[in-house]
């Protein structure tokens, strides 16, 4: 009986490998039969598993063709318009992988492929995910067609673009004859009423189209992006030189020195257009002449701005997790003196802050006199290009 216990005590190690080639075996053929194309790249970049997909995707059938190159010799990205999407660029997936998961349509082009059939680019729903779990960083990329519902939501973003931009015309032309009307000393007070009435809900339609256009673009990831990478200070500047007197008049900056010298990357119109839409937006649901306030700072790699507007109007907490949807509007609580909302505003401003790779949210101010002088305050986070960009210099080294 002594005899046989080295034999039970080999046996159970042996039986335990046994089990576990059994289980990665059956891992194997599960990712196999998907058709979602997946890989497995290192901190470096370079390929350390692929699927059966992704073997016939990027290396003719061969996995060998692909495990250990770079990405970029395997494949290139590119925006849905055709536009280039080369690494350096923080929206590229590589980049976009350091700050977490995410997902984003994209022309794949893969490198290595002989078939002309498979070599064309092909449009995808890139997804990453970093795989933290493991002893060394990795980052998991999977790749698959888009289903109908997809599709047809694409479609229809793309109908909507097209129609706002045909839009743009008819009501531009409209815009300028009504402004030639007015001009007319002739007009009658009976006749400028109504005429001022046209032409503020034309002014209304333009915006209206203005924000459509603006939000179908970044739908369709056609927004014509231009990054620049700048002290915070410049862009701040950019922004209060577009405004006229009275608006700068009613705008209050405390912005730290810190904040201001700290570089950040962003589009300067993007950021413009956020700041404005949030400008109009307290003015809308004030007395019309609050101050515009603006703080900022910097911790933890990140700029963090506060934009309060000292509100005066009545508004419900409850209404605040709706304020950032597409057409949500809180006309309850909009001085009568102002012309009715798009319901656009702050959902332009919310895709373009994402655009940028921030992050925002809404809250009211704290006051505990009275529930109905709580004005709505606005955070924007921007990371710095240092956290963005963390490393891309070396992954972006000579290839052997």
Same mark, same amino acid.
Not at 57 to 72: D, E, M, P, S, Y
């Given at each position: 009986?002594?005899?046989?216990?080295?034999?039970?005590?080999?046996?159970?190690?042996?039986?335990?490998?046994?089990?576990?080639?059994?289980?990665?075996?059956?891992?194997?053929?599960?990712?196999?039969?998907?058709?979602?194309?997946?890989?497995?790249?290192?901190?470096?970049?370079?390929?350390?598993?692929?699927?059966?997909?992704?073997?016939?995707?990027?290396?003719?059938?061969?996995?060998?063709?692909?495990?250990?190159?770079?990405?970029?010799?395997?494949?290139?990205?590119?925006?849905?318009?055709?536009?280039?999407?080369?690494?350096?660029?923080?929206?590229?997936?590589?980049?976009?992988?350091?700050?977490?998961?995410?997902?984003?349509?994209?022309?794949?082009?893969?490198?290595?492929?002989?078939?002309?059939?498979?070599?064309?680019?092909? #449009? =995808?729903?890139?997804?990453? !995910?970093?795989?933290? &779990? /493991?002893?060394? $960083?990795?980052?998991? @990329?999977?790749?698959?067609?888009?289903?109908?519902?997809?599709?047809?939501?694409?479609? #229809? =973003?793309?109908?909507?673009? !097209?129609?706002?931009? &045909? /839009?743009?015309? $008819?009501?531009?032309? @409209?815009?300028?004859?009504?402004?030639?009307?007015?001009?007319?000393?002739?007009?009658?007070?009976?006749?400028?009423?109504?005429?001022?009435?046209?032409?503020?809900?034309?002014?209304?339609?333009?915006?209206?189209?203005?924000?459509?256009?603006?939000?179908?673009?970044?739908?369709?990831?056609?927004?014509?992006?231009?990054?620049?990478?700048?002290?915070?200070?410049?862009?701040?500047?950019?922004?209060?030189?577009?405004?006229?007197?009275?608006?700068?008049?009613?705008?209050?900056?405390?912005?730290?020195?810190?904040?201001?010298?700290?570089?950040?990357?962003?589009?300067?119109?993007?950021?413009?257009?956020?700041?404005?839409?949030?400008?109009?937006?307290?003015?809308?649901?004030?007395?019309?002449?609050?101050?515009?306030?603006?703080?900022?700072?910097?911790?933890?790699?990140?700029?963090?701005?506060?934009?309060?507007?000292?509100?005066?109007?009545?508004?419900?907490?409850?209404?605040?997790?709706?304020?950032?949807?597409?057409?949500?509007?809180?006309?309850?609580?909009?001085?009568?003196?102002?012309?009715?909302?798009?319901?656009?505003?702050?959902?332009?401003?919310?895709?373009?802050?994402?655009?940028?790779?921030?992050?925002?949210?809404?809250?009211?101010?704290?006051?505990?006199?009275?529930?109905?002088?709580?004005?709505?305050?606005?955070?924007?986070?921007?990371?710095?290009?240092?956290?963005?960009?963390?490393?891309?210099?070396?992954?972006?080294?000579?290839?052997?």
């Amino acid at each position: 009986m002594a005899a046989d216990q080295p034999d039970n005590k080999n046996r159970e190690p042996n039986e335990l490998v046994v089990q576990l080639r059994q289980s990665l075996g059956l891992l194997r053929v599960a990712f196999d039969a998907t058709e979602e194309a997946m890989l497995i790249l290192d901190e470096h970049h370079h390929v350390r598993w692929v699927n059966r997909a992704a073997a016939q995707c990027f290396g003719n059938g061969l996995a060998l063709r692909v495990i250990g190159k770079r990405f970029q010799q395997v494949a290139t990205f590119r925006h849905p318009d055709q536009r280039d999407l080369p690494q350096e660029d923080y929206q590229h997936p590589l980049s976009q992988a350091k700050l977490g998961d995410g997902q984003m349509l994209l022309l794949i082009q893969p490198l290595l492929v002989n078939d002309s059939s498979l070599s064309t680019a092909v #449009q =995808r729903m890139v997804s990453w !995910k970093p795989i933290t &779990e /493991l002893n060394e $960083p990795y980052l998991l @990329i999977v790749f698959r067609d888009l289903d109908p519902l997809e599709k047809a939501l694409q479609q #229809q =973003r793309s109908f909507i673009n !097209k129609l706002a931009h &045909e /839009l743009r015309t $008819p009501l531009a032309i @409209i815009s300028g004859n009504l402004k030639r009307l007015s001009r007319f000393s002739k007009l009658d007070d009976a006749m400028l009423r109504p005429l001022e009435d046209v032409r503020s809900e034309t002014k209304r339609m333009v915006g209206l189209v203005d924000k459509l256009v603006v939000l179908s673009e970044l739908d369709t990831d056609q927004f014509a992006w231009s990054f620049e990478r700048h002290p915070f200070q410049v862009f701040i500047e950019l922004w209060l030189d577009s405004l006229d007197q009275e608006k700068r008049s009613l705008i209050q900056l405390s912005i730290s020195e810190q904040c201001m010298a700290r570089e950040v990357e962003l589009d300067h119109s993007a950021f413009g257009r956020v700041m404005n839409n949030l400008f109009d937006n307290s003015q809308r649901f004030t007395s019309g002449t609050n101050p515009f306030m603006i703080h900022g700072s910097f911790h933890h790699d990140c700029i963090d701005l506060l934009v309060t507007d000292g509100g005066t109007l009545a508004v419900d907490d409850s209404r605040l997790t709706n304020v950032f949807d597409r057409f949500s509007k809180l006309e309850e609580n909009r001085n009568p003196t102002f012309g009715e909302g798009s319901g656009l505003g702050l959902a332009v401003v919310k895709a373009l802050v994402a655009g940028m790779n921030g992050t925002v949210k809404a809250s009211l101010e704290n006051n505990h006199d009275s529930e109905k002088s709580r004005g709505i305050k606005i955070s924007i986070i921007f990371p710095s290009p240092n956290v963005i960009n963390a490393d891309i210099s070396s992954d972006l080294e000579d290839i052997d």
